[in-house]
């Protein structure tokens, strides 16, 4: 285990600098199992439709959290430009320990259905008072043999460009089924609904997906990897969907 990787009070000490250093909002949210859980909002987001960016909802999945802090400190000039909400990791119980779950044995990202676990109420009641326009959810997953990702299947795609840009770093996993689903050159397009998560909670980017966000992307590396790969291709994956969405590219 990479010990900085897993050390929340210095991921959040470095986004406590980041975010002062470009007049950024760091703010409390929720404390959640002795773990203080902050997001970073941009100015602009009070007047355009923002890009949501989300990591470390698994805690065993550092490269999410260290790849979405390694972009933003390389794009101070974006930040300060486009309209952003950032949760640097929103599940830090879990990151120090390197556990997937929460202290209560509940996976956060199943819990987005409605306000009764306190990390996902929060996210919501932050999410809700803005205007969204794209989303990416970082995340890994161990039984990966390459990166991946899911987005829904309206408007238009931005999947292949995204691994496009990531696989310089790490390539894609081929198979026709991944994490259970039917898969194409690593790209998922899973039909939602609201009723299909009834019974196992609903995920972070369903909720996002389902209240409205036009653009919703979770992006996955594998975690047996290098973290050094992990973490540049995490930082690839959201330098190309913030790009293609500044551009407002309309490529399918």
């Known amino acids: 285990m990479h010990r900085s990787s897993h050390d929340y009070t210095h991921l959040i000490g470095r986004w406590r600098v980041l975010a ?26 009070r007047s355009a439709p923002g890009v949501y960016l989300s990591a470390g909802i698994h805690g065993d999945e550092p490269a999410s959290t260290e790849g979405l802090l390694a972009w933003a400190e390389g794009n101070p000039v974006c930040l300060r430009e486009m309209p952003f909400l950032i949760f640097p990791c929103l599940n830090p119980w879990g990151l120090v320990r390197n556990k997937r779950s929460d202290a209560s044995g509940n996976d956060v990202n199943r819990t987005f259905q409605g306000d009764e676990h306190p990390t996902s109420a929060a996210v919501r009641r932050v ?30 795609l931005f999947g292949e460009l995204i691994l496009q840009a990531a696989e310089t770093f790490i390539p894609r996993d081929t198979r026709t089924r991944v994490d259970g689903r039917k898969a194409r050159e690593g790209i998922l397009r899973p039909r939602l609904s609201a009723k299909l998560f009834e019974k196992g909670g609903c995920p972070e980017a369903v909720w996002l997906h389902l209240r409205g966000c ?39």
């Open 214 to 252: 036009r653009r919703t992307v979770t992006f996955e590396t594998p975690s047996e990897m290098s973290l050094e790969a992990r973490t540049l291709a995490q930082v690839a994956a959201i330098e190309r969907l913030v790009d293609l969405q500044r551009q407002g590219a309309d490529e399918g």
């Open 20 to 45: 002062s250093s470009l007049g950024l909002r760091l703010s409390l949210i929720a404390k959640v199992d002795g773990y203080p859980i902050y997001c970073v909002k941009s100015a602009r987001l």
């Open 127 to 156: 999410a809700e008072a803005h205007r969204l326009a794209a989303a990416m959810l970082l995340h890994e997953d161990y039984d990966a043999h390459g990166i991946y990702l899911y987005e829904q299947r309206q408007p238009s």
